[in-house]
């Protein structure tokens, strides 16, 4: 039933403003080419050329009195990608959200959407793409608070000379994506500020833009909130698939949201990575400045940690099966068709060796825990937490990789130490 939503928007949108949905190229991208924009009287002035030259936003506006707000920014964002800009107060994520619909005139540089060179389209063309191609989301998104739920999220679309019924049907159906179909005919006053948020969502996904635009659209919320609309984001992005453009200077939110995420300081990009690249290989202190504060076991995969698997040779003395784990905290024994059936660990080994054990078989345990190769660290971190490895299998049960809860804990504190080596940097 909800697999149908999405598509029903975009088929009786297109016969109103675009003439066949099926066939229209692939447009839903945004990329930024080497942009500036500074603030103050003569933008294109000394300024510039400073920002050019690589200096300081701080230095910029000491010695000319204008605010650089983005230099020489460069990133894109792929079709139906989540791509986050993140960075602390000041860093130019508003600054650079606003030229891609040209909020902001930038002062050197260009911006695409699509193939649609934004800069340099104004009037009715430029109000065209905005009301048709971007949907924008807001931390205090103002919603009309004489108007009712319903006409909120059919605006845009009455605006662009949708007619009655079916602008009620699409808003309906982009309400029931946020979940607020049965508050259709309230007003905004009557809702929670989590819930007008959503109506906010709903509100540009009605029009079925190919691109979203959202700064700090959940900052407002409080905590738990804020999870929920993250998940249910989440859930609604899977559905349908739009190219995203999203601010926060919330790492936790930036990894939890973002397929990429891009970290600005000082209106310079300072990283553009994975959330996974982020965490563990943090461009500069900056950067890990950031990563320290965040939960790192959510995004980093067992997979990412995992050993490969070494098994026990089966029919091995006991002392020469101790010898071979090694380092390790313990090894896996597989059956013929490659199953793990029992785990020596090197200190229940040596334990039967020091008691005079030569039996193998006696050494083995079997209540270890498995574990997928796509599994978070988080996930795994209970059964980490008994000291045993824990065996990596792939769908059929096969073993693929030794889990060790000693490079559980090196790997979490592996970027910690990376901060400390860093020489706490002045923000901004
Ligand atoms: N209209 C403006 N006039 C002058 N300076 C501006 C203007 N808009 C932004 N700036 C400056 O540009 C810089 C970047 O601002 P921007 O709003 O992009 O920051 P931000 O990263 O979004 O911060 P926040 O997290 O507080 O929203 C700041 O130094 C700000 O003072
Ligand atoms: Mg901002």
């Known amino acids: ?46 300024a510039l050329d400073l920002a050019r030259s690589g200096m300081s936003k701080t230095d910029i506006q000491s010695m000319t009195d204008h605010v650089v707000g983005l230099a020489d920014v460069n990133f894109s964002v792929n079709e139906g990608e989540i791509f986050v800009v993140m960075g602390l107060s000041g860093s130019g994520k508003s600054t650079a959200i606003r030229t891609v619909n040209k909020l902001h005139s930038v002062t050197a540089g260009s911006v695409w959407v699509g193939d649609v060179d934004i800069q340099t389209l104004s009037g009715p063309a430029l109000q065209k793409v905005r009301r048709e191609r971007i949907g924008m989301v807001f931390q205090h998104f103002a919603l009309f608070p004489h108007r009712s739920v319903i006409d909120n999220v059919g605006y845009g679309l009455e605006v662009q000379g949708v007619g009655r019924h079916e602008r009620e049907q699409l808003a309906l159906e982009a309400l029931g994506l946020v979940g607020l179909r049965a508050y259709a005919a309230s007003m905004p006053g009557q809702l929670s500020g989590g819930m007008q948020q959503r109506v906010g969502l709903a509100r540009a996904l009605a029009s079925d833009p190919e691109i979203l635009l959202m700064d700090e659209a959940f900052s407002a919320l409080d905590p738990l909130i804020r999870r929920q609309m993250q998940d249910e984001m989440i859930a609604i992005q899977r559905q349908l698939r739009k190219t995203i453009l999203f601010i926060t200077h919330d790492l936790n939110e930036a990894l939890r949201l973002g397929d990429r995420v891009c970290i600005m300081r000082g209106g310079r990009v300072v990283q553009i990575g994975t959330p996974e690249e982020i965490l563990t290989s943090p461009a500069t202190g900056y950067v890990a400045e950031f990563v320290q504060d965040v939960d790192q076991g959510r995004v980093i995969r067992v997979s990412d940690v995992m050993v490969e698997p070494r098994p026990v040779v089966t029919g091995a003395s006991l002392r020469s099966a101790v010898r071979a784990i090694g380092e390790r905290t313990g090894s896996f024994v597989v059956n013929d068709h490659g199953h793990p059936e029992a785990v020596l660990t090197s200190a229940d080994g040596i334990r039967a060796l020091d008691d005079g054990s030569v039996d193998l078989a006696g050494a083995l345990r ?5 574990a997928a190769p796509t599994q978070t660290l988080n996930e795994v971190y209970a059964s980490a937490g008994r000291g045993l490895p824990i065996a990596v299998v792939d769908g059929d ?5 030794n889990l060790d809860p000693q490079d559980i804990m090196a790997e979490l504190g592996r970027v910690e130490s990376l901060i400390d080596g860093f020489e706490r940097e002045v923000f901004l």
């Open 397 to 401: 049960g096969r073993l693929i990789g």
């Open 366 to 370: 079997t209540d270890f825990d498995r």
């Open 1 to 46: 039933m909800k697999r149908a939503l999405a598509p029903r928007i975009s088929t009786a949108h297109d016969q109103t403003t675009r003439p066949d949905h099926k066939h229209r190229t692939v447009t839903g991208t945004i990329r930024l080419e080497g942009v500036y924009k500074i603030f103050g009287e003569q933008p294109r002035g000394r």
